[in-house]
Every structure is written in C-alpha cells, then in structure tokens.
C-alpha cells in the first residue's frame, strides 16, 4: 500500500508542498491537504487592502487546480490533534485519519496573553491584528476608513522574531499613502519593541522622510505592555502612554497552535526546531514543519517565499525517502521580499541560502542576493510579478 502523506494547512507551505509531492513523484503519491479556509487568503499585498487600495478578492485564490489538475485530496476542516504514537490525526469533525508522513504548516499563533487586557480590547472590537488574511483585514481597513481626519493610526511591533519583519513598515507606509490623499491632518504612529527597523531600515526611513514628513512617527524600543481598551490607550514599561484612534496591536507570536499543542516546540516554546536537511521536526518523527512555525536558520525570514522554499525541500527529500532514493545532501534556498513604500513604488531584499553539512543549517551565501538602493515603480510591478508567480506556484 502507498505511503500516506498527510498535509496539514494549506497557506504558503502547505499547498506548496501538497503540490509539489505529487510533482516530484510523478502524481503517485498519496496526499491529502487539510485546511479550514474555502479559498486560499495571501498576507501578501494584504496590505493594499486595509490601506483600502484593493479588494479581498484581490488575495483570494481558488484551491480547486489541486484537487482537479494535480489529484490532491482535499478536507475542508482543521486538525485538532496529532497522535504520534498511533500515528493517527484527528479532525475537528471527529472523523480521524491514519498517516505515514504530515507535513506541518500552520503558520503562526499570536500570544494575545502577552499584552495584558488585549484579549478584552479585541473582543471589544477596540484592537484589530490583521496578521493572518481574512476578516479582520476589510475590518482594520473599515476602521481606518472611519477615523477622522486629524486622527491616529497606531501600529505596534513585537520583538522580532515574527511573520514578516517588513510587514509593519510596509502597511504604516500605504496606511500613509491613504491618510495623505484623505485625511492629511492624521498620523501613523509605529511602536516597534524592537531598537531599530528590522528589515531594509534605511529605505523605509528615506521614503517616510521623502514623502510622509509630518505623518509617520516612529518610537524605537516601545514595547507594549498593557491595553486599556475604554480609553483606547497603550502602556508601555517606561515611556509615556500612547493613545490612539485606530490601534493595530501585534503581540508576540509563535508557531501555530496545533504545532504547540502536539509537544513539537523547542526549549523557548515557540518554535520548532527541524533537520533542515528534510524539515523534520527533530522532536518527532515523520512530522516534517515548513513556514513560519519552524526556529529558522540565521538570517531567514519568517516569509511566503521561504515558506515555499521549505515546502520544496521537504517534498523532494520526502518523496527520495519513500523511494530509497538518496537525500539531496546540500540544498539551495532563495527568499526575495518586496514591500510597497506607496501605491506604485515597492523596494526588495534578497538572499540565498546553502545548507551547511557540518553546522547542520542553512547559511546565507556572501555576495548573493541584494538590496535596492532606492524605491521605484519599476519593482512595484516587479512585486505584483512575484505575488502573481508566487500564487500560480503554490496553487495551480
Ligand atoms: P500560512 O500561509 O499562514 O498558512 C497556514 C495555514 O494553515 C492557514 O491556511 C491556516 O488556515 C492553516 N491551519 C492552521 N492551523 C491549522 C489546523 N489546526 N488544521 C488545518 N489547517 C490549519 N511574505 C512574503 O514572502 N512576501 C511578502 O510580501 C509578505 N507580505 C506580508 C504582509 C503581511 C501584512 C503579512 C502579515 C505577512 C506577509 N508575508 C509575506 C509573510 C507570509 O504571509 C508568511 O510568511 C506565510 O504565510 C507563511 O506561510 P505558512 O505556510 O507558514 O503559513
């Protein structure tokens, strides 16, 4: 009988390599694709929608060229457990499936306990993430929409490590571009836990400086504490409070819940360490954990673009592994990352990664990849060309 291969979550990772295990076996394996979502959400250029530049259907794509054209299985439900042991999953309808390998990509948790009182203030409708793609996008966009001119748009930043260092940077520069065509006597207000910029500081820096004077701030090394959601206020640890009109909150974040739950978490329980050489979790067996749920190596990105990376790596190494056929001993990975400092212009960063064999992880390759040295709409549609390519990739 064929080995089965179970694939847990169907963003980035997951539906990459659901489809790139049947390529790389020539459609034989077997593989079923497990996620609770109707169509596949992109965070990529989710952005444009809450600066309310583009529409949700701008980032939905349909799942159904796996099933039709590639012969994946797919289950339209979440995983609510994994049993190692046994070896068996289990759905949250109850029904329970048998496997021989999962393939794990959950993508992220975020730690709302870790800011005190932002459970309370989302559920008070009062903070909004919008870290994952889905309602709370149109939602965070709605509430932009209907602040008032002269308002504040306030966007904190976790420590990193968290999915998509650019991100915040990014959508504090469109939600810019709207409130400068809008409502220009408002401000965006970026609280980053961290001491500097995470990811290409000195391009976002020259845009913010070049075109937003006046209308983004940033605050280094504020760290929120608590929320107080009846006055719509942040507090910090020692600086001053912020309050603010919209309150875009991301706390920490970890692997997603099912990863935790499962026992897969390394020593800072956040994250899960595996053999870059497959992706195995190195907790547990045929688990292998691709995307932003796994302890990266040095200088990855937590990004769509290595999740896909990782996707490809694990299903050839998995399919050699069900053949006996040997393991590539020293795999290659890119990761190209474009962000939109307006509507028309984006900058990109980009690296290459080879596995070493004796340090047992990837190591960026010196003298590959690169940075842009200013904003342009030429790589503007050069991001829409990597969106596009990058969906047709994971889902077609
Ligand atoms: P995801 O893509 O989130 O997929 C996880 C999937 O698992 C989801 O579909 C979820 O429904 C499913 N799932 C979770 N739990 C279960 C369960 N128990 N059972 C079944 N299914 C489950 N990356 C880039 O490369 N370029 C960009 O320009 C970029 N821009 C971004 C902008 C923003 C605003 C944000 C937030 C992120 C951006 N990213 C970008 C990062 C990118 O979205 C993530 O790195 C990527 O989605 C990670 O892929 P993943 O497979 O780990 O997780």
Redesign the pocket.
Known sequence: DKARILV?????????AAKYLRLFSNNTANVTL????AS????????FV?AGMRTMADITSPYESLTKHHGIKLIR????AIDPDKKIVT??SGTTLSYDKVVL????SLMMNSIEGLTKANQAGVTLQ????GPE?LMLYKQLAAMRDGGVFAISIPEAPY??P???Y??ASLVANYLKQHKPKSKVLILDANQDLTSKGALFKKAWAEQYSGLIEYLPSHNVASVDAKTKTLRFEVQDDVRADVLNVLPAMSA???AIKTGLANANGRWVNVDFLNFEATAIKDIHV?????QTAPLM????????Q??KVAAAAIIAQLNDWPVNPAPVVN?????FVNEQAAVHIASVHQYDAQAKTFKSVSGAGGLSTESSTKEGSY?WG??HN?WTDTLA
């Open positions: 847990i979550g169907g963003g980035f990772g997951g539906a990459t497990i996620e609770p979502n596949f959400l992109s965070c990529p250029m989710s952005n809450v439900d979440s995983v609510s759905l949250a990509s959950p993508g992220i919008a870290w994952k793609a996008t999915r998509c650019p991100g915040p990014e959508r997603g819940e099912i691709l995307g932003d749920a796994i990105p937590k990004s769509g673009h290595m999740a896909n990782h996707a990761n190209t990352c474009y962000s991001a990597w969106a990058i």
